[in-house]
C-alpha cells in the first residue's frame, strides 16, 4: 500500500483536500461593487467635477447677485419690498446643477461605451439583468448630481452685495429631501433614455435643444407665478423637469417666494422618475443587446 492512502482504507482524497465551493455573485454584492467603482472615478475625478459643476453658476450669481445690486439694478424682484434676487437665485441654481449634473454624468459615459470604447459588452457579462445596469448608472449619475447640488449650494448662498443676502431656511426638511432625490434621479434617468437614443454625431445639438432652453426656461432666474401675465409660455414651460425641481426647492427653501402647491412638483417629479426609468431601461436594453 503506498504511503497516499495508508491510513484511509480507501483511495478516496481527504476532504480536507477538496476544493471550495465557488464563490456565488449575488445581485446586491455585484451591484455594491459597480457602485464601488463609480465612486472610485469619482473620487479621481474629484477637481475636474468641482471646477466644471461651479464654474457657470458662480458667475451668474456674481453678475446677478452682486455685480447688478452694485451698479443699482436686479436688487429686488417683484417690485421694492419684494425677496432679492439672490433669495430667487439660491433654489433655482442649486437645481439646475442638478440637472445638468446628474445628466452630464450619464450622457457623455454611456456614448463613449456604446458607441466608442464598446466596453458596455464587458459590462453586459456581469451576472446582473441588463435593466440593472441601467439602474446602476442611473443611481451613479443621480448621486453626481446631488453632490453637484451640495457643493453649489454654499456659493449661492455667500456671493452677494452688501444688504442682498437671500433669506434662506428650510421650511419641510422631508419634502427638500425627496424633492432633491427624486429630482437626482429623473434628470438621470432622462439622461440614459437621451443618451441611448441620440446619436453621437449630433451629441453638439443636445446643448442647443436641450440643456439650453431647459435651464433658461426652467424657473431658475424667477418663480413659475411669474409667468401668469405669459399664460402660454407658463402652460409651455410645464413640460419642462426643471420646473418642477426649481418650484420644489423654492417651497423648501424660500417659502415666502411664490411657489407651485406641494403636490403637483411632488407628483411631476416621483411620477416622472418612474415613467423615464421605465422608458430609459428598454431603450438601454435594447441598444446594449443590438
Given at each position: 500500500?503506498?504511503?497516499?492512502?495508508?491510513g484511509?482504507?480507501?483511495?478516496?482524497?481527504?476532504?480536507?483536500?477538496?476544493?471550495?465551493?465557488?464563490?456565488?455573485?449575488?445581485?446586491?454584492?455585484?451591484?455594491?461593487?459597480?457602485m464601488a467603482?463609480?465612486?472610485?472615478?469619482?473620487?479621481?475625478?474629484?477637481?475636474?467635477?468641482?471646477?466644471?459643476?461651479?464654474?457657470?453658476?458662480?458667475?451668474?450669481?456674481?453678475?446677478?447677485?452682486?455685480?447688478?445690486?452694485?451698479l443699482?439694478?436686479?436688487?429686488?424682484?417683484?417690485?421694492?419690498?419684494?425677496?432679492?434676487?439672490?433669495?430667487?437665485?439660491?433654489p433655482?441654481?442649486?437645481?439646475?446643477?442638478?440637472?445638468?449634473?446628474?445628466?452630464?454624468?450619464?450622457?457623455?459615459?454611456?456614448?463613449?461605451?456604446?458607441?466608442?470604447?464598446?466596453?458596455?459588452?464587458?459590462?453586459?457579462?456581469?451576472?446582473?439583468?441588463?435593466?440593472?445596469?441601467?439602474?446602476?448608472?442611473?443611481?451613479?449619475?443621480?448621486?453626481?448630481?446631488?453632490?453637484?447640488?451640495?457643493?453649489?449650494?454654499?456659493?449661492?448662498?455667500?456671493?452677494?452685495?452688501?444688504?442682498?443676502?437671500?433669506?434662506?431656511?428650510?421650511?419641510?426638511?422631508?419634502?427638500?429631501i425627496?424633492?432633491?432625490?427624486?429630482?437626482?434621479?429623473?434628470?438621470a434617468?432622462?439622461?440614459?433614455?437621451?443618451?441611448?437614443?441620440?446619436?453621437?454625431q449630433?451629441?453638439?445639438?443636445?446643448f442647443?435643444?436641450v440643456?439650453l432652453?431647459?435651464?433658461?426656461?426652467?424657473?431658475?432666474?424667477?418663480?413659475?407665478?411669474?409667468?401668469?401675465?405669459?399664460?402660454?409660455?407658463?402652460?409651455?414651460?410645464?413640460?419642462n423637469?426643471?420646473?418642477?425641481?426649481?418650484?420644489?426647492?423654492?417651497?423648501?427653501?424660500?417659502?415666502?417666494v411664490?411657489?407651485?402647491?406641494?403636490?403637483?412638483f411632488?407628483?411631476?417629479?416621483?411620477?416622472?422618475?418612474?415613467?423615464?426609468?421605465?422608458?430609459?431601461?428598454?431603450?438601454?436594453?435594447?441598444?446594449?443587446?443590438?
Open positions: 500500500m503506498s504511503a497516499s492512502t495508508a484511509t482504507g480507501t483511495g478516496a482524497v481527504p476532504a480536507v483536500l477538496a476544493p471550495p465551493p465557488p464563490a456565488r455573485a449575488t445581485i446586491p454584492r455585484t451591484f455594491a461593487a459597480m467603482r463609480e465612486a472610485r472615478v469619482m473620487r479621481k475625478n474629484f477637481l475636474s467635477t468641482f471646477l466644471r459643476v461651479l464654474v457657470q453658476p458662480v458667475l451668474f450669481v456674481f453678475v446677478f447677485a452682486y455685480v447688478l445690486p452694485k443699482g439694478g436686479g436688487a429686488t424682484a417683484g417690485g421694492p419690498g419684494g425677496p432679492s434676487f439672490a433669495t430667487i437665485l439660491v433655482g441654481l442649486v437645481g439646475s446643477s442638478i440637472i445638468m449634473q446628474a445628466m452630464m454624468a450619464v450622457i457623455f459615459p454611456l456614448m463613449m461605451e456604446l458607441n466608442w470604447q464598446k466596453s458596455i459588452t464587458d459590462r453586459a457579462l456581469a451576472p446582473v439583468p441588463i435593466p440593472l445596469l441601467g439602474a446602476q448608472k442611473i443611481v451613479a449619475a443621480a448621486a453626481q448630481g446631488l453632490i453637484g447640488g451640495l457643493l453649489v449650494f454654499p456659493a449661492v448662498l455667500f456671493i452677494h452685495a452688501d444688504g442682498q443676502a437671500p433669506k434662506v431656511h428650510v421650511d419641510n426638511w422631508p419634502v427638500l425627496v424633492v432633491m432625490v427624486s429630482g437626482a434621479l429623473l434628470s434617468a432622462g439622461g440614459l433614455l437621451l443618451g441611448t437614443l441620440m446619436n453621437p449630433k451629441v453638439q445639438m443636445l442647443a435643444v440643456l432652453p431647459m435651464t433658461m426656461l426652467g424657473c431658475v432666474y424667477y418663480p413659475w407665478s411669474a409667468l401668469d401675465d405669459i399664460r402660454w409660455l407658463q402652460i409651455v414651460s410645464l413640460f423637469p426643471l420646473v418642477y425641481l426649481s418650484e420644489g426647492l423654492r417651497s423648501a427653501l424660500t417659502p415666502d411664490p411657489h407651485m402647491p406641494v403636490w403637483v411632488m407628483l411631476a417629479t416621483i411620477g416622472g422618475t418612474i415613467l423615464l426609468t421605465w422608458a430609459a431601461m428598454r431603450t438601454f436594453t435594447r441598444r446594449v443587446l443590438t
